[in-house]
């Protein structure tokens, strides 16, 4: 059997098509930021161990590094460019902004994906490992800040702005349409 | 990492077909462990067949009264689901105890199963690893390995599973579903891993290019009555060094049933029958506890620097099982 | 257009602005070194040694040279020469490690032995994955040992050895005595950002982004290394994702500007996350004695603090953790002293608090367990051990406020409700306990130049090359400039990161602000005096410089340190040996704060960085291979999210009115202490105490099992 080492993938971000030839081994990540010019989205570790490569794909929080490009096809990628509205900003970022939830900045794209990507499931009702009873029948969780620093944790910063971080989030919590900006998550798989 | 073929697998056959003998190929599902190891250099597949599409995502119940699981299944799926986590929320737990949200999402139930050791000479190609390398020695055992193996391991690889869900799965006699281009199979998930012996390379009981399909969840009564808990380096985002799995049915002060399963001790899951026999039919007390926590891990053989492990499972086993009687009582 | 009379209706410095740049940080507008775009881009992948001493016998470039895309190989057979022999800005030689590809000597495991350059980042990794290099192995010793027959006195940044008194007659007399033994392991800064540089010749001129913590720095190191005149480079780095120490002059800058030299286009250089554990340098494990002796009422009658810390065999660098005993506490004996041992591993660096970080653990616990021996409230003992001059310069101290910070810290933490028996406070499965410690960090300042441009249109462009690593100095110093100008902050633009606005301090040492403020106040003060009202701009504005050399040298001889008080609460499960801090509280003196809301996240950054340090952070090196085990994040801890509870920091009045600025650093006394206060928190919750970091749970359960 033939191999073949690249192909021609069209990917969709931030509600663009770009058609680009790749090279199989090339990531989502690598491809944002070194074929389209979408450098928003940070290398940080290169092997899913910090988060600041976090994109939203179908919604669903995702670390780029690890998603090859050619697996991206077909699949809607939103990246920091893309979650604003126009020059408004989308409240988490206005909350960053105006809490001090960042120093350095570098992991600011992948924490503020994330935490769009969180709230949309927190949303949705999915419980997280600071829930303590998981059983449906215990109810909704609240998204208290114990809760929002198990959910966040796969985003490092390094800088340490944890506590501003989650202020930030709460705050944004706080503005429905910052939930009603996440991509939708369903409840579950399929039942 | 080298060049490799991509294919996107139209379905289960064609899955199947593309990975018949052939060694150089890897299924591509999350991605979260393989494509780091291609990165590291661990893994250097000739052809990825990509199966995140195939129509393996559904929870669905099953003939027995219990719940079957896609494959493909995200892990934040499978936590998410109200079926688990009603029906079996040490498996929720495990899986919430596992990774990130991101992580979480990408990684499917199938490879999960599948994720290679976190061994840091495993995943170092310039250091010996009988893992990867069969015969080139175990540099742990005369190393770092105070996360190491207590149960099961032998002179060849000290090396343990990384898995949180296994260890609820295997502690729920879940059964593992798979394909190859020769037919179908099945194995119960305590007997997936291999035991290490002298050849720690030897993973799991898969045949050749077999693909996981899916996991069965029997109807565990007591599952319903079940907790995870996991220690660990920081509080979120770390592998285990010891967890605990444990299901509890308590009646009138007596234990009836028990399930009971340890993670980051072994190279796999570690099924505590022992402990599961002390328990079941003794009255729900902590020295019961201690006593089957005590008789399980009278088969740990520490290193030099991770005793402390057997001290750890050991309080851990009284402490969630403590809890799950107490939950009870209240 | 004429000068108009626009006067600043408040004062900005002192009140909270969001960093000028948030926005662009917020949407991922702001560039870093790696973000930039570059045409006819070449991608370099450094090829590290997998052995820890040697000598290269062979690299098979040939074959690499042949793969797809691959456009060369440099080793020490074909790189540019470079000149060593120089001393760089800093003051020290450069770091050999840096100065690569001259010669076949290896060091220590991850000396940089080739770079690949090729087309794409994929072609380059696979290339450098396939170079195959020979050595020729020699015999390593990388064991770290407090009496290892090597080790000697070491200067570095101050003298290696102090020494006042009869230490043996008072520690004899003493009523009580503490003599403890307390280790730090090696460390590593992480920023967040890997380090990258891309390099590019164009029009006889050498240009690097990088990412850097000070552009006159690498332009004058890099001017060294390739004997070019330092006109001839500029370095830009206007993006830094975090520093910590480690952002200089490193391997991957000069290995860039080698390829683009040979291969006349751009290259890009980035460390992987594994590389830095070798190339970004780290802080030094130390291995640290602790003699105290007191009356029985708590004063100290002997204070010896005696370090041992590692370094490479190719370059010193001094991990002076005794310093901080030669600041904090007098005593009628008082030795301080720091050794350093030779060991074939990477070169040490400065690591955010260097000294005063792993010393205040020693120091602080030591404090602790003296407290606990008298039976004295551990603030009170530190306060009835204030010194009144410098303990061991006889200096005067500019300001001292670390009572202040005791007393205002006590009162919010609610210190005077504790009682101080250990290990009688349970919650569920939690021991629960607090503890305290005391912090300081110098507030020096280096001589820098800034220049400001009042523009026709009324605003004024301030020009320094500052560093911003994420400490907000460029909001900090748009502020300062505002104040200095007497006009709102937004009439002020701060361009910073650009070598070409010439020499000034880097962001290190906490010097950056007070040393940037400086030049920044100096060029305001020389400009307004040019302004007259009415008078007309020209086109091109009117720019002033200003150069702080002499106001720097004449600036009085004294302690000038920031200071704090550290408290924690945190929750020990003896059970499994997990430790959670439940809330800290950091009480600082740290001069004039700047811009609070900043100000407030670095401190608590820092203190963030001390629960890292008490808990998490551990590089293992194995002694068979000579390199860190699991060098990577998920084998190298960092606190996350989840290990950081609600933090306070705030600050007391702290006023210098002898100081031209008044501000201190306040980058690293955050950190100071707070590990300290976690291990003290930790003894008070389980009576055990813990003298060797990280507090893991595998030693919290074996110390259980010693002790208890």
């Given at each position: 059997m033939?191999?073949?080492?690249?192909?021609?993938?069209?990917?969709?971000?931030?509600?663009?098509?770009?058609?680009?030839p790749?090279?199989?081994?090339?990531?989502?990540?690598?491809?944002?930021?070194e074929r389209?010019?979408?450098?928003?989205?940070?290398?940080g570790c290169?092997?899913?161990?910090?988060g600041?490569?976090?994109?939203?794909?179908?919604?669903?929080?995702?670390v780029?590094?690890l998603?090859?490009?050619?697996?991206?096809e077909?699949r809607e990628?939103?990246t920091?460019?893309?979650?604003?509205?126009?020059?408004?900003l989308?409240?988490v970022?206005?909350?960053?902004?105006?809490l001090?939830g960042?120093?350095?900045?570098?992991c600011?794209?992948?924490?503020?994906?994330?935490?769009?990507?969180m709230?949309?499931e927190h949303?949705?009702?999915?419980p997280?490992?600071?829930?303590?009873?998981?059983?449906p029948?215990?109810?909704?969780?609240?998204?208290?800040?114990?809760?929002?620093?198990?959910?966040?944790?796969?985003?490092?910063?390094?800088?340490?702005?944890?506590?501003?971080?989650?202020e930030?989030v709460?705050r944004?919590?706080?503005?429905?349409?910052?939930i009603?900006?996440?991509?939708?998550?369903?409840?579950g798989?399929?039942? | 990492?080298?060049?490799?073929?991509y294919?996107?697998?139209p379905?289960?056959?064609?899955?199947?077909?593309?990975?018949?003998?052939d060694?150089?190929?890897?299924?591509?599902a999350?991605?979260?462990?393989?494509?780091?190891?291609?990165k590291s250099g661990?893994?250097?597949?000739a052809?990825?067949?990509?199966?995140?599409?195939?129509?393996?995502d559904?929870?669905?119940?099953?003939?027995?009264g219990?719940l079957?699981?896609?494959?493909?299944?995200?892990?934040?799926?499978?936590?998410?689901?109200?079926?688990?986590r009603?029906?079996?929320?040490m498996?929720?737990?495990?899986v919430?105890?596992?990774?990130?949200?991101?992580?979480?999402?990408?990684?499917?139930?199938?490879?999960?199963?599948?994720q290679?050791?976190r061994?840091a000479?495993?995943?170092?190609?310039?250091?010996?690893?009988?893992?990867?390398?069969?015969?080139?020695?175990?540099?742990?055992?005369?190393?770092?390995?105070h996360?190491?193996?207590?149960?099961?391991?032998?002179?060849s690889?000290?090396a343990?599973?990384p898995?949180?869900m296994?260890?609820?799965?295997t502690?729920l006699?879940?059964?593992?579903?798979y394909?190859t281009?020769?037919?179908?199979?099945?194995?119960?998930l305590?007997q997936?891993?291999l035991?290490?012996?002298?050849?720690?390379?030897?993973?799991?009981?898969?045949?050749?290019?077999?693909?996981?399909?899916?996991i069965s969840?029997?109807?565990?009564?007591?599952?319903?009555?079940?907790?995870y808990?996991?220690?660990?380096?920081?509080?979120?985002?770390?592998f285990?060094i010891?967890s605990?799995?444990a299901?509890?049915?308590?009646?009138?002060?007596?234990?009836?049933d028990?399930?009971?399963?340890f993670?980051?001790?072994?190279?796999?899951?570690?099924r505590?029958?022992?402990?599961?026999?002390?328990l079941?039919?003794?009255?729900?007390?902590a020295?019961?506890?201690?006593a089957?926590?005590?008789?399980?891990?009278?088969?740990?053989r520490p290193?030099?620097?991770?005793?402390?492990?057997?001290?750890?499972?050991?309080?851990?086993?009284?402490?969630?099982?403590?809890?799950l009687t107490?939950?009870?009582?209240? | 257009?004429?000068?108009t009379?626009?006067k600043a209706?408040?004062?900005?410095?002192?009140?909270?602005?969001?960093?000028?740049?948030?926005?662009?940080?917020?949407?991922?507008?702001?560039?870093?070194?790696?973000?930039?775009?570059?045409?006819?881009?070449?991608?370099?992948?450094?090829?590290?040694?997998?052995?820890?001493?040697?000598?290269?016998?062979d690299?098979?470039?040939a074959?690499?040279?042949?793969?797809?895309?691959?456009?060369?190989?440099?080793?020490?057979?074909?790189?540019?020469?470079?000149?060593?022999?120089?001393?760089?800005m800093m003051?020290?030689?450069?770091?050999?490690?840096?100065a690569?590809?001259?010669?076949d000597?290896?060091?220590?495991?991850?000396?940089?032995?080739?770079l690949v350059?090729a087309?794409?980042?994929e072609?380059a990794r696979e290339?450098?994955?396939?170079?195959a290099?020979?050595?020729?192995t020699?015999?390593?010793?990388?064991?770290?040992?407090?009496?290892?027959?090597d080790?000697?006195p070491?200067d570095g940044?101050?003298?290696?050895?102090?020494?006042?008194?009869?230490?043996q007659?008072?520690l004899t007399?003493?009523?009580?005595?503490?003599d403890?033994?307390?280790?730090?392991?090696?460390?590593?800064h992480?920023?967040?950002e890997p380090?990258?540089?891309?390099?590019?010749w164009?029009?006889?001129?050498l240009?690097?982004?990088?990412?850097?913590q000070?552009?006159?720095w690498?332009?004058?190191?890099?001017?060294?290394?390739?004997?070019?005149?330092p006109a001839?480079?500029?370095?830009?780095?206007?993006?830094?994702?975090g520093g910590?120490?480690?952002k200089?002059?490193?391997?991957?800058?000069?290995?860039?500007?080698?390829?683009?030299?040979v291969?006349?286009?751009?290259?890009?250089?980035a460390?992987?996350?594994?590389?830095?554990?070798?190339?970004?340098?780290h802080?030094?494990?130390?291995?640290?004695?602790?003699r105290?002796?007191?009356?029985?009422?708590?004063?100290?009658?002997?204070l010896?603090?005696?370090?041992?810390?590692r370094t490479?065999?190719?370059y010193?660098?001094?991990?002076?953790?005794?310093?901080?005993a030669r600041?904090?506490y007098?005593?009628d004996?008082?030795?301080?002293?720091?050794?350093v041992?030779?060991?074939?591993?990477?070169s040490?660096?400065?690591?955010?608090?260097?000294?005063e970080?792993?010393?205040?653990?020693?120091?602080?616990?030591?404090?602790?367990e003296?407290?606990?021996?008298c039976g004295?409230?551990?603030i009170?003992?530190?306060?009835?051990?204030?010194p009144?001059?410098?303990?061991?310069?006889?200096?005067?101290?500019a300001?001292?406020?670390?009572?202040?910070c005791?007393e205002e810290?006590?009162?919010?933490f609610g210190?005077?409700?504790?009682?101080p028996?250990p290990?009688?406070r349970r919650?569920?499965?939690?021991?629960?306990?607090?503890?305290?410690?005391?912090?300081?960090?110098?507030?020096?300042?280096?001589?820098?130049?800034?220049?400001?441009?009042a523009?026709?249109?009324?605003?004024?462009?301030?020009?320094?090359?500052?560093?911003?690593?994420?400490?907000?100095?460029?909001?900090?110093l748009?502020?300062?400039?505002?104040?200095?100008?007497?006009?709102?902050?937004e009439?002020?633009?701060?361009?910073?990161?650009?070598?070409e606005?010439?020499?000034?301090m880097?962001?290190?040492?906490?010097?950056?602000?007070?040393?940037?403020?400086?030049?920044?106040?100096?060029?305001?003060?020389?400009l307004?005096?040019?302004?007259?009202?009415?008078?007309?701009?020209?086109p091109?504005?009117?720019?002033?410089?200003?150069?702080?050399?002499?106001?720097i040298?004449?600036l009085?001889?004294?302690?000038?340190h920031?200071y704090?008080?550290?408290?924690?609460?945190?929750a020990?499960?003896?059970?499994?040996?997990?430790?959670?801090?439940?809330?800290m509280?950091?009480m600082?003196?740290?001069?004039?704060?700047?811009?609070?809301?900043t100000?407030?996240?670095?401190f608590?950054g820092?203190?963030?960085?001390?629960?890292?340090m008490?808990?998490?952070?551990?590089?293992?090196?194995?002694?068979a291979f000579?390199?860190p085990?699991?060098?990577d994040?998920?084998?190298y801890?960092?606190?996350t999210?989840?290990?950081?509870?609600?933090?306070?920091?705030?600050w007391?009045?702290?006023?210098d009115?002898?100081?031209?600025?008044?501000?201190k650093g306040?980058?690293e006394?955050g950190?100071?202490g707070?590990a300290?206060a976690?291990?003290?928190?930790v003894?008070?919750?389980?009576?055990?105490?813990?003298?060797?970091?990280?507090?893991?749970?595998?030693?919290?359960l074996?110390?259980a099992?010693?002790?208890?």
């Amino acid at each position: 059997m033939t191999l073949q080492t690249s192909s021609v993938v069209t990917l969709h971000i931030n509600g663009e098509k770009h058609t680009l030839p790749v090279d199989h081994r090339t990531t989502l990540l690598d491809a944002l930021r070194e074929r389209l010019d979408l450098t928003g989205t940070k290398k940080g570790c290169d092997q899913g161990q910090c988060g600041a490569c976090t994109v939203l794909v179908d919604g669903r929080r995702t670390v780029a590094c690890l998603q090859l490009a050619v697996a991206t096809e077909g699949r809607e990628v939103t990246t920091i460019e893309g979650v604003a509205d126009g020059d408004r900003l989308h409240p988490v970022q206005q909350a960053f902004l105006d809490l001090d939830g960042y120093q350095c900045g570098y992991c600011t794209p992948g924490q503020i994906c994330s935490a769009i990507g969180m709230l949309a499931e927190h949303a949705a009702g999915w419980p997280s490992a600071a829930s303590g009873d998981v059983r449906p029948a215990a109810g909704p969780t609240p998204l208290t800040a114990d809760e929002i620093r198990e959910r966040m944790s796969g985003n490092l910063c390094r800088c340490s702005a944890y506590t501003s971080i989650v202020e930030a989030v709460e705050r944004a919590a706080e503005t429905a349409d910052s939930i009603k900006a996440g991509a939708p998550v369903e409840s579950g798989a399929a039942a | 990492m080298k060049e490799f073929d991509y294919r996107r697998a139209p379905d289960v056959m064609g899955a199947v077909t593309l990975l018949d003998n052939d060694p150089d190929a890897r299924y591509l599902a999350g991605g979260t462990n393989l494509v780091d190891l291609m990165k590291s250099g661990v893994e250097r597949p000739a052809r990825l067949v990509d199966v995140r599409e195939l129509p393996l995502d559904r929870i669905e119940p099953s003939p027995d009264g219990g719940l079957h699981v896609g494959a493909t299944v995200s892990n934040s799926d499978l936590a998410a689901h109200p079926e688990v986590r009603s029906r079996y929320p040490m498996l929720a737990q495990a899986v919430l105890a596992g990774a990130s949200g991101q992580l979480r999402n990408m990684a499917t139930v199938g490879g999960n199963l599948l994720q290679r050791t976190r061994c840091a000479y495993f995943t170092d190609t310039t250091k010996p690893c009988n893992k990867r390398d069969p015969g080139s020695g175990c540099p742990a055992l005369s190393g770092e390995h105070h996360n190491h193996a207590i149960l099961g391991a032998s002179e060849s690889c000290v090396a343990v599973h990384p898995s949180d869900m296994a260890v609820a799965l295997t502690a729920l006699d879940a059964v593992v579903h798979y394909e190859t281009a020769h037919g179908q199979g099945e194995v119960r998930l305590d007997q997936l891993y291999l035991p290490v012996a002298d050849t720690p390379h030897r993973e799991t009981a898969l045949p050749a290019g077999a693909l996981i399909t899916g996991i069965s969840l029997p109807p565990v009564s007591v599952a319903a009555h079940s907790r995870y808990r996991k220690v660990r380096e920081r509080a979120s985002y770390a592998f285990a060094i010891g967890s605990v799995a444990a299901a509890l049915d308590v009646r009138d002060g007596v234990v009836r049933d028990a399930r009971l399963a340890f993670g980051a001790v072994a190279s796999r899951p570690w099924r505590a029958r022992t402990a599961e026999r002390a328990l079941i039919g003794a009255p729900a007390t902590a020295e019961t506890f201690a006593a089957s926590a005590e008789a399980e891990l009278a088969a740990a053989r520490p290193l030099p620097h991770n005793g402390y492990k057997v001290t750890l499972m050991h309080n851990l086993t009284v402490a969630v099982l403590s809890e799950l009687t107490e939950a009870v009582a209240r | 257009m004429t000068t108009t009379v626009q006067k600043a209706a408040v004062r900005a410095v002192g009140t909270g602005h969001v960093r000028v740049e948030g926005r662009d940080k917020v949407t991922g507008a702001a560039r870093y070194a790696g973000d930039i775009p570059f045409t006819e881009l070449a991608y370099g992948w450094l090829v590290l040694s997998t052995v820890a001493r040697g000598r290269i016998r062979d690299i098979a470039s040939a074959p690499v040279l042949e793969m797809p895309g691959v456009l060369a190989v440099l080793d020490h057979r074909n790189a540019p020469r470079l000149k060593t022999d120089f001393v760089g800005m800093m003051g020290t030689r450069p770091d050999p490690t840096c100065a690569v590809f001259q010669g076949d000597t290896v060091p220590h495991l991850g000396w940089p032995v080739a770079l690949v350059v090729a087309e794409t980042p994929e072609q380059a990794r696979e290339a450098a994955e396939a170079l195959a290099v020979e050595y020729e192995t020699l015999p390593h010793d990388i064991e770290f040992t407090g009496d290892h027959p090597d080790s000697r006195p070491a200067d570095g940044r101050m003298p290696g050895v102090t020494d006042k008194g009869d230490l043996q007659a008072e520690l004899t007399a003493s009523a009580v005595v503490v003599d403890e033994e307390y280790t730090t392991p090696e460390e590593h800064h992480h920023p967040m950002e890997p380090h990258a540089a891309t390099a590019r010749w164009e029009d006889g001129r050498l240009e690097v982004v990088d990412s850097n913590q000070g552009t006159s720095w690498v332009v004058s190191e890099l001017a060294n290394l390739f004997s070019l005149d330092p006109a001839s480079v500029r370095v830009r780095s206007e993006h830094v994702g975090g520093g910590f120490g480690s952002k200089g002059v490193r391997a991957h800058q000069v290995a860039a500007v080698m390829a683009a030299t040979v291969l006349h286009r751009p290259v890009r250089v980035a460390l992987t996350r594994p590389q830095m554990f070798a190339l970004a340098g780290h802080r030094s494990p130390t291995i640290q004695r602790i003699r105290l002796g007191a009356y029985a009422d708590g004063r100290l009658r002997a204070l010896d603090h005696r370090s041992v810390s590692r370094t490479a065999t190719v370059y010193e660098f001094v991990e002076a953790s005794a310093g901080v005993a030669r600041v904090m506490y007098d005593a009628d004996a008082h030795h301080t002293e720091n050794r350093v041992v030779r060991l074939d591993v990477p070169s040490p660096t400065f690591m955010r608090g260097p000294g005063e970080a792993p010393g205040s653990f020693a120091l602080e616990s030591a404090l602790d367990e003296l407290a606990e021996k008298c039976g004295i409230d551990p603030i009170e003992l530190r306060l009835r051990n204030e010194p009144g001059r410098g303990p061991v310069s006889g200096l005067p101290f500019a300001s001292r406020n670390l009572r202040a910070c005791f007393e205002e810290g006590a009162r919010r933490f609610g210190w005077a409700e504790r009682d101080p028996r250990p290990g009688v406070r349970r919650e569920g499965r939690w021991l629960l306990g607090t503890g305290t410690a005391a912090a300081s960090f110098p507030a020096g300042a280096a001589p820098s130049t800034a220049a400001i441009t009042a523009e026709p249109d009324g605003r004024f462009t301030v020009r320094i090359s500052a560093a911003d690593i994420g400490t907000g100095a460029r909001t900090a110093l748009t502020l300062v400039a505002a104040d200095a100008l007497d006009v709102p902050p937004e009439q002020v633009t701060v361009l910073i990161g650009d070598s070409e606005f010439g020499f000034a301090m880097i962001a290190g040492g906490s010097m950056g602000t007070r040393s940037w403020s400086m030049a920044v106040i100096a060029a305001a003060r020389d400009l307004r005096e040019r302004l007259v009202p009415g008078m007309a701009i020209p086109p091109e504005g009117i720019t002033v410089r200003s150069d702080t050399t002499a106001q720097i040298a004449a600036l009085a001889r004294m302690e000038r340190h920031s200071y704090g008080a550290q408290f924690a609460e945190v929750a020990v499960d003896p059970a499994t040996g997990e430790v959670r801090v439940r809330r800290m509280l950091g009480m600082f003196a740290a001069g004039r704060i700047v811009n609070p809301l900043t100000a407030r996240s670095q401190f608590t950054g820092g203190m963030i960085w001390g629960i890292s340090m008490a808990l998490h952070e551990e590089a293992v090196r194995d002694p068979a291979f000579g390199g860190p085990v699991g060098a990577d994040l998920a084998g190298y801890h960092v606190a996350t999210h989840a290990d950081v509870p609600r933090i306070e920091a705030d600050w007391v009045d702290d006023t210098d009115p002898d100081d031209p600025v008044g501000i201190k650093g306040i980058g690293e006394v955050g950190i100071v202490g707070a590990a300290a206060a976690i291990a003290n928190a930790v003894w008070h919750a389980t009576g055990i105490r813990h003298r060797r970091l990280p507090i893991r749970p595998d030693r919290v359960l074996t110390a259980a099992g010693t002790d208890a």
